[in-house]
Every structure is written in structure tokens, then in C-alpha cells.
């Protein structure tokens, strides 16, 4: 039980374009959702946390205006990089707290590449 | 700032050996300690996860210790297979907020 669903799974956009990712809870209502971006050989590092009906929280250092979150409803959140550039590429992975408070189930991730 | 610090980057063990990775946390409200597993192209796998009134927890090949006074926890890998070669991390939160991730350590385990 528990599943995040992500998608894509990978993705390959050109510069100046605009890319979505959605994390879907299917069994589960999320009300809130981590987003983690992982860069090679890094940790993955929380970008904002977003919860349903209201404006995401987002980390320092973290563009609200370029990584669009949406937390419209309890089973989706989604992420869209606007303007891409190449140095968004990375690993992004969503997360949410497991139903009754312990532990967190993850997406199976977005390999995003800007060329 | 590195709410959990985590040693070593990098081990080499033999097969058959006990991979130990450590961690330290500052936050003492953290309530919440997972180890995950994490292959290359792929998201992290939950391995186990401690809570702090519970000083060790163990599952298959894999235990955590966890120290509450010393705020420091850790993975033990026993038996170690080239299988388990990967990145490991060790996390912790406050439960319902966002995990704090260490900066990992590579595992390679020689035949």
C-alpha cells in the first residue's frame, strides 16, 4: 500500500522549454508531497514541500518562479520546470508521508536532461 | 547545513565481510532514522528504518544501532554480497516532515 506513482520516468527537452512531472498517490490521499532533486553522485536534496490546497514551501536557494509546484488535489502534484536549462538536469524524485505517520513513500523518480 | 552527517564516502569490503556505515544527527526532535538503498538510474529503496526508543533493529543481513545519547545511528551489512554494492543513505526527520538525507556512501563489495 502506499504507492506514489511518477511519471516520466525520463525525459529529454530542449533549452528554453518547459517540462511536467507528476507524482500521483494511488491508494492514499497525499496531502502533502516532498520534492527532492538529486544531481550525480549527489544526496538528494529537498526542493519544496507542497500541500494540497495551498502555495508549496520552497527551500533556499530555490527558484519558485522557475520549479512550478501544483498540489491541486489529494492524489496529484506536479512539477514543472519552466525555461529549462541545461543545468536543470538531474534526478527529481517526490515523496509523501505514508498513511499513518511513519515513514514516507518516494516516486520511482524523473531523469530530466536539457539539451 | 548537514543535519545528518555521514561516514564514510566510500568502502570497500570483501564479500563476506560487515559493511558499517555511520551517521550523526543534531536535531534531537528527529523521530525517525531509515537507511535506504540506492542503485545507479534508479530512486532510493527503503532498507530499514529505527525509531529513537529502540536501541537496535534488525532485518535479514541488515541492523541499525542506534546511539540516542551520542545522537548517532548506524547500518551494519553482514554477509556482505556484491550484490549489495550501491549508494547507501541514511536519513531522519521529524515524522510528516520532509527527510534529511546524509551524503551517502558508495559501496563496492569484491568477490
Known amino acids: 500500500g502506499a504507492v506514489v506513482s511518477q511519471h516520466p520516468s525520463w525525459v529529454i527537452c530542449k533549452s528554453g522549454t518547459s517540462v511536467k512531472i507528476e507524482c500521483r498517490s494511488l491508494?492514499?490521499?497525499?496531502?502533502?508531497m516532498f520534492w527532492y532533486r538529486q544531481f550525480p553522485k549527489q544526496s538528494l536534496m529537498l526542493m519544496a514541500t507542497s500541500n494540497e490546497g495551498s502555495k508549496a514551501t520552497y527551500e533556499q536557494g530555490v527558484e519558485k518562479d522557475k520549479f512550478l509546484i501544483n498540489h491541486a488535489s489529494l492524489t496529484l502534484s506536479t512539477l514543472t520546470v519552466t525555461s529549462a536549462h541545461p543545468e536543470d538536469s538531474s534526478f527529481y524524485i517526490c515523496?509523501?508521508?505514508?498513511?499513518?505517520?511513519?515513514?514516507?513513500?518516494f516516486g520511482s523518480g524523473t531523469r530530466l536532461t536539457v539539451v | 547545513q548537514q543535519q545528518v552527517k555521514q561516514s564514510p564516502q566510500s568502502l570497500i569490503v570483501q564479500k563476506g565481510g560487515i559493511s558499517i556505515i555511520n551517521c550523526a544527527y543534531e536535531?534531537?526532535?528527529?523521530?525517525?532514522f531509515p537507511w535506504y538503498q540506492q542503485f545507479p538510474g534508479k530512486g532510493p529503496a527503503l532498507l530499514i528504518a529505527i525509531r529513537p526508543d529502540v536501541s537496535e533493529k534488525k532485518e535479514g543481513r541488515f541492523t541499525i544501532s542506534f546511539n540516542k545519547s551520542a545522537k548517532q545511528f548506524s547500518l551494519h551489512i553482514m554477509d556482505s554480497q556484491p550484490g549489495d554494492s550501491a549508494t547507501y543513505f541514511c536519513a531522519a526527520s521529524i515524522s510528516g516532515y520532509a527527510l534529511n538525507f546524509g551524503k551517502g556512501t558508495s559501496l563496492l563489495v569484491t568477490p
Open positions: 536535531n534531537t526532535a528527529f523521530d525517525y
Open positions: 515523496s509523501a508521508p505514508r498513511p499513518g505517520g511513519y515513514g514516507y513513500t
Open positions: 491508494d492514499f490521499q497525499a496531502t502533502t
